[in-house]
């Protein structure tokens, strides 16, 4: 007798990647369970303030109440001190989202991306129970174990224990960003059953957000 489970993971790949004045986030729009696809436009993106963007992998139903909590909680900042949420303060305020329900966790995967309060692009990731970490880039979702390493060797980040810190932005420009992400999934796509239909990549910068998509094969 199969058990029942209050979890399902319905796949998908998200990356993110920070440059000195970006930020690009991206992931595919298939949503699927076992071999079957629920649908191919489904986006797993979430604008949460003017500058910062999460995008999520794992068990949709999960993604779309912690969103809603988001919601509601930057609603009531913005309410309280009359600005919008930085980027950095966002990151905090998931993972303590995340942690208040440590016991029963959310099976959502994270990936947040955004503009800290100095205008560089910053990408914070985290696990299901709010453990988070400031990165260059990062992966996440069914995808990620493919991504992680291409990643690695290209864009190798310096180590958090050199002293003095060094920078974790990307060396690359905006373009340059886009088109590693879009070989990415390309890759990625090839191998992994849970990701393709489509990409869709979210890019912010000094001029605001603005969505770019590319097909992905579909089978």
Same mark, same amino acid.
């Given at each position: ?32 369970? =076992? +071999? %079957? ?7 797993? #993106?979430?604008?949460?303030? *003017? ?5 999520? !992998? ?77 990165? =260059? +880039? %990062? ?7 493919? #991504?992680?390493?291409?990643? *690695? ?5 310096? !180590? ?60």
């Amino acid at each position: 007798m199969a058990n029942w489970s209050p979890y399902d993971n319905n796949g998908g790949t998200c990356v993110a990647i920070a440059g000195a004045n970006y930020c690009v986030i991206a992931a595919d729009t298939r949503m699927s369970t =076992g +071999y %079957s696809i629920l649908t191919r436009d489904y986006s797993k #993106i979430c604008k949460l303030a *003017d500058k910062s963007v999460m995008a999520s !992998s794992g068990f949709q139903a999960d993604v779309r109440a912690l969103q809603k909590v988001l919601a509601a909680r930057h609603s009531i900042y913005q309410h309280q001190h009359n600005k919008q949420m930085s980027c950095p303060a966002m990151a905090q305020l998931l993972s303590n989202t995340l942690y208040y329900k440590r016991f029963f966790p959310y099976y959502a995967f994270n990936v947040l991306g955004g503009l800290d309060n100095e205008g560089k692009g910053c990408v914070f990731t985290y696990d299901a129970v709010g453990s988070y970490e400031r990165v =260059g +880039y %990062s992966v996440q979702g069914s995808g990620s174990t493919l #991504i992680m390493p291409f990643l *690695d060797n290209q864009l190798k980040s310096p !180590s958090p224990l050199l002293l003095p810190a060094k920078d974790a932005v990307t060396p690359l420009s905006e373009p340059e960003a886009i088109d590693l992400v879009k070989t990415c999934f390309a890759s990625a796509t090839e191998r992994d059953i849970y990701t393709g239909d489509k990409l869709e990549i979210m890019v912010l910068n000094v001029d605001g957000i603005r969505c770019e998509y590319m097909e992905l094969r579909k089978d």
